[in-house]
């Protein structure tokens, strides 16, 4: 990369497609003409080429070291997005089962899920925080699963009100525990165990849009019924090593560095979480010495190491602080659509200058604005 190309990087807040880390962008832009042993682009062999089965297969044994997956999971590459999960989840679990699904709704994402599965069969909403507008999640005796529920499904991270399961919830042996992962997913390690199904589109801590990966207990395998379409069977990219049909070669590539990266760059998942508790604490810890302008929307306990979320005082005074943020190279700080106010996403990839950089605009804007 140029020194100017570098240069015009600005600290990029968005809230995904995210921020990716340099090295990764660095030694994409070196290998996008001539892949190493393969003389053309990875966009441009097959998905069947020797060349890309040992990238598919090296971004996939990544994904087990990181977070320990053992034999028990299988680990695929997807297209639809995380949302296309919203549907394959009921549709292989719930359809035909005979039984009910049960749902926490902690944001917009996790309520979003529930409509989806409704199409499919019939679910329960175990726990719903729209009373407090999503700004907390729930403690275990505020929800009951019963042992014969065909799931538990919940999203470990909220993106757009920035709340966070600090670890699982509690559930039922023998009910599969299913989450979406998507915006913390690679942030911290898990205990892949626990879970039926874990899945998380790429575009904000794994790599960029195109790629889910979704991490599915062999036991689940057989429950889809075989009438539905074929993409929306799990076994069916089980048993073709998620080469069913064409996948997303060049994000599965690029998913590939950035698990390489945090193997070889930052030391793993435990450090990474390290990192990336520092420089959410380095945020609210200005959010909160200032509350007159400042006001944090999760409730402290659940609040995301992802996601930093608080309003201003007005939208007037909130377009002034993103304008002053554009100024200072610190953009796509606007909060979503649905909600409004700020979001800082601080996914992996964002370095701690950038957090650094943002602290500081806070503080002197708080100065300024008061
Ligand atoms: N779940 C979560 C937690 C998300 O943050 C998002 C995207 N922002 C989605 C689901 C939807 O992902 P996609 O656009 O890949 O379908």
Known sequence: MSPSATDARLFNFS???????????????????????????VMEISHRDPVFLKILHDAQQRVRQLLGIGDSHEV?????????????????????????????????????????????????????GAATNYDRLPAAAEYQIPADSAYLYYCSNETIQGVQFSSEPACPAGVPLVCDASSDFFSRPLSIEKYGIL????????????????????????????????????????????????????????????????????????SMERINREKAAQLYAVVDAYPHLYQGHAASEFRSMM????????????????????????????????VGGIRASIYNAMPKAGVDALAQFMRDFARIAT
């Open 15 to 41: 809230a995904g497609p995210a921020v990716l880390p340099l090295p990764v962008l660095r030694q994409a832009q070196e290998e996008l003409l001539a892949y190493p042993g393969a003389g053309c682009s």
């Open 76 to 128: 695929l590459f997807l297209q639809g997005g995380a949302k296309l999960q919203f549907s394959m989840v009921p549709a292989n679990l719930l359809r035909g089962s005979g039984k009910k699904a049960h749902y926490m709704v902690t944001g917009t994402w996790s309520k979003g899920a529930v409509g989806e599965a409704k199409k499919e069969g019939s679910i329960e909403k175990v726990w719903d």
């Open 199 to 270: 899945y998380a589109c790429a575009q904000k801590n794994a790599g960029p849009a195109g790629v889910t990966v979704v991490i599915i207990d062999r036991d689940l395998l057989p429950r889809g019924e075989e009438h539905l379409p074929g993409y929306l069977l799990y076994r069916n990219h089980a048993e073709n090593d998620s080469e069913w049909n064409t996948p997303p070669t060049f994000a599965i590539y690029m998913l590939g560095l950035v698990a390489r990266w945090l193997q070889e760059d930052i030391g793993g998942l435990a």
């Open 307 to 338: 996601n930093v979320t608080f309003r201003l005082p007005s939208e007037e005074v909130e377009g002034r602080f993103l304008k002053g943020a554009a100024e200072h190279a610190l953009v796509h700080l606007q909060g979503h659509r649905s």
